[in-house]
């Protein structure tokens, strides 16, 4: 699995957008890239997905670059309920058999 | 609503006993997980189980095992509970087919204590 890095920790304000970057060099031809949520004392939550270009749900959107180094989660105009630990993974997601491998993720603070 | 439920949010054991962490799905997911997560070190996988009575090890089995004798139900079983197995303890399910079934259904957790 290719492996990710992340931001330890991010703070911001509410209303404003928020860009959590995730870099994974060494993605696979066959990889996707995933994004989960966790809020404190519950599991992670699904929230987007994508291969290439951009992906854009109710939630956020998910940018990735043509060359599929990186990816971007954007979440719009952010509130006190955002504030969460976000993960990045990548891999083979066409059969939903792989095991996940979670990095420690990307601490959202979010403040009046 | 879908979920994954874990039969106990807490629960207090003392060492040496055996554990049970029980995990159901309704969504007649193939694949089950276990991870247990720790401050600092992120969610860790235990075991993982593809179909009814398999099992595969994940990255840190020891002092674990499972039980996958139903397709809804996943069972992780401390042999003989340690202060060091004292975690939060997450399940998960997945399908393992289309297109339009993305991501894991992870429950909320099972916050074991050992003293």
């Known amino acids: 699995l290719a492996k990710t890095t992340q931001p330890i920790s991010m703070d911001s304000y509410e209303g404003q957008e928020v860009n959590i970057t995730c870099s994974h060099n060494?993605?696979?031809?066959?990889?996707?890239i995933t994004w989960y949520q966790q809020f404190p004392s519950q599991g992670p939550r699904f929230i987007i997905q994508?291969?290439?270009t951009k992906v854009t749900n109710e939630v956020a959107s998910l940018f990735i670059p043509a060359d599929r180094k990186s990816s971007t989660l954007s979440l719009p105009r952010v509130s006190l309920s955002d504030t969460a630990v976000y993960y990045c993974?990548?891999?083979?997601?066409?059969?939903?058999?792989?095991?996940?491998?979670f990095g420690s993720g990307t601490r959202l603070q979010v403040q009046p | 609503d879908v979920k994954v439920t874990q039969s106990s949010r807490y629960l207090v054991k003392r060492t040496g006993e055996k554990v049970f962490l029980e995990c159901v799905q309704d969504?007649?997911?193939?694949?089950m997980f276990w991870y247990r997560q720790d401050p600092g070190l992120g969610l860790r996988l235990i075991y993982f189980?593809?179909?009814?009575?398999?099992?595969e090890k994940g990255d840190i089995p020891e002092g674990y095992s499972v039980s996958r004798e139903k397709k809804e139900r996943f069972s992780l079983i401390l042999e003989s509970a340690s202060t060091n197995q004292t975690s939060m303890y997450l399940c998960?399910?997945?399908?393992?087919?289309?297109?339009?079934?993305?991501?894991?259904?992870f429950g909320s957790g099972t916050r074991l204590t050992v003293v």
């Open positions: 994508g291969y290439k």
């Open positions: 189980s593809y179909d009814v009575k398999m099992k």
């Open positions: 993974l990548v891999g083979e997601e066409d059969t939903g058999r792989r095991a996940l491998t």
């Open positions: 998960a399910s997945s399908s393992s087919g289309g297109a339009s079934d993305y991501g894991y259904t």
């Open positions: 060494n993605i696979a031809t066959n990889d996707y």
């Open positions: 969504m007649d997911h193939e694949n």
